[in-house]
């Protein structure tokens, strides 16, 4: 929260410039952020997980294409939303070899 109080102190003192190359930084740090999904060290092993869960992206991915429908997930796991599932599967599109290779060391697991 310190943290938080001192940007906000700096961000008064800045020009439109200024902040619009802060702006521009964290834009770009975002940029492979997906809504939804999270990786904590401490959660699942830095795997990229639904947030509110602990259920990783990757065993959605397997299970997708084993051909488990969506339904068929949401009832399997109750917190899961069908807006979980979409970022679930942009996700994956967009991180296809770090999917995979979690499916495969986790199949050997």
Same mark, same amino acid.
């Given at each position: 929260?310190? &943290?938080?109080?001192? =940007? #906000?102190?700096?961000? %008064?003192?800045? !020009?439109?410039?200024?902040?619009?190359?802060?702006?521009?930084?964290?834009?770009?740090?975002?940029?492979?952020?997906?809504? %939804?999904?999270?990786?904590?060290?401490?959660?699942?092993?830095?795997?990229?997980?639904? =947030?509110? &869960?602990?259920?990783? =992206?990757?065993?959605?991915?397997?299970?997708?294409?084993?051909?488990? !429908?969506?339904?068929?997930?949401?009832? $399997?796991?109750?917190?899961?939303?069908?807006?979980?599932?979409?970022?679930?599967?942009?996700? $994956?599109?967009?991180? $296809?070899? #770090?999917?995979?290779?979690?499916?495969?060391?986790?199949? &050997?697991?």
């Amino acid at each position: 929260m310190a &943290t938080l109080n001192e =940007v #906000e102190r700096l961000l %008064g003192e800045m !020009s439109r410039g200024e902040k619009a190359q802060v702006l521009k930084w964290v834009a770009q740090d975002l940029a492979d952020d997906f809504p %939804g999904i999270d990786s904590r060290p401490d959660v699942c092993g830095g795997e990229p997980c639904i =947030v509110r &869960t602990r259920i990783p =992206v990757w065993l959605l991915a397997q299970a997708r294409r084993e051909g488990v !429908s969506e339904e068929a997930l949401l009832h $399997a796991y109750p917190s899961l939303r069908a807006e979980d599932l979409a970022n679930a599967w942009a996700y $994956a599109r967009s991180h $296809a070899d #770090e999917i995979e290779r979690q499916i495969q060391e986790n199949a &050997t697991a």
